[in-house]
């Protein structure tokens, strides 16, 4: 079984650029997280879709971050402007469905240097 | 809010021993529990995933354990090797179902 895909796996931009991620999850998995993770710290969660709705954003900072899940299956994560603070993974997950024993799976993340 | 704690936060151990890594959380209303394992530049493997209804599981070496009423989880390994040094992270989900809130990890390194 395929994973979680995610691309790029690195990227490296000026602050005030714009950037997008990309992720695939593993087919059939409703459910869709974007985490991000700064250094030396755990994953925080960004956002998390259920098919193509957002079920939570609290944590988003929708003034420069947004994203869509079109056709409940692949989705972007845009940055627009980018910040310095905004250097981290962005990493990816699927789960099969909301709740119910559901494990989550992780991509292996891109990695993002603001310089 | 849910908080999730992870203590230590970084641990050195010589091979071969029995190690015990600690998560506290708390809000107690969680729907189930997961420990992952972190290489460095990777994303995340999943290693045991513990039901709120359930005490512990265990998979090769690897041991957790649930006590929901108290907000704490562990995870045993037991014969520790090199092989098994990366970043442990526990996360719970909330009692919806929904989202999934780290800890801070703990860095484990064991000596050969």
């Known amino acids: 079984e395929a994973g979680v895909a995610q691309s790029p796996r690195y990227k490296i931009i000026e602050k005030r650029q714009s950037v997008a991620f990309w992720c695939n999850p593993i087919?059939?998995?409703?459910?869709l997280y974007w985490y991000q993770q700064i250094l030396g710290q755990g994953p925080k969660l960004l956002i998390q879709?259920?098919?193509?709705?957002?079920?939570?954003d609290s944590q988003l900072p929708k003034d420069r971050f947004s994203a869509e899940r079109l056709k409940g299956v692949d989705s972007t994560l845009k940055i627009q402007p980018a910040k310095l603070e905004d250097s981290a993974v962005y990493l990816c997950?699927?789960?099969?469905?909301?709740?119910?024993?559901?494990?989550?799976?992780f991509g292996q993340g891109t990695r993002l240097t603001v310089v | 809010k849910q908080e999730v704690t992870q203590i230590p936060a970084a641990l050195s151990v010589p091979e071969g021993e029995n190690l015990v890594l600690n998560c506290s959380f708390t809000?107690?209303?969680?729907?189930?529990l997961q420990w992952f394992r972190q290489d460095p530049g990777k994303g995340l493997t999943s290693l045991l995933l513990?039901?709120?209804?359930?005490r512990e599981q265990t998979s090769g070496r690897l041991n957790a354990s649930l006590d929901k009423s108290s907000g704490r989880s562990t995870l045993y390994i037991a014969a520790s090797q090199p092989g098994d040094s990366a970043t442990y992270l526990c996360?719970?989900?909330?009692?919806?179902?929904?989202?999934?809130?780290f800890g801070g990890g703990t860095r484990l390194m064991v000596k050969p």
């Open positions: 997950a699927s789960s099969l469905a909301q709740g119910f024993g559901t494990e989550a799976f």
């Open positions: 087919s059939g998995h409703a459910t």
């Open positions: 879709f259920q098919n193509n709705g957002v079920v939570d």
């Open positions: 809000d107690s209303a969680i729907y189930n």
């Open positions: 513990i039901q709120s209804s359930q």
């Open positions: 996360a719970v989900r909330d009692n919806a179902g929904n989202m999934l809130t």
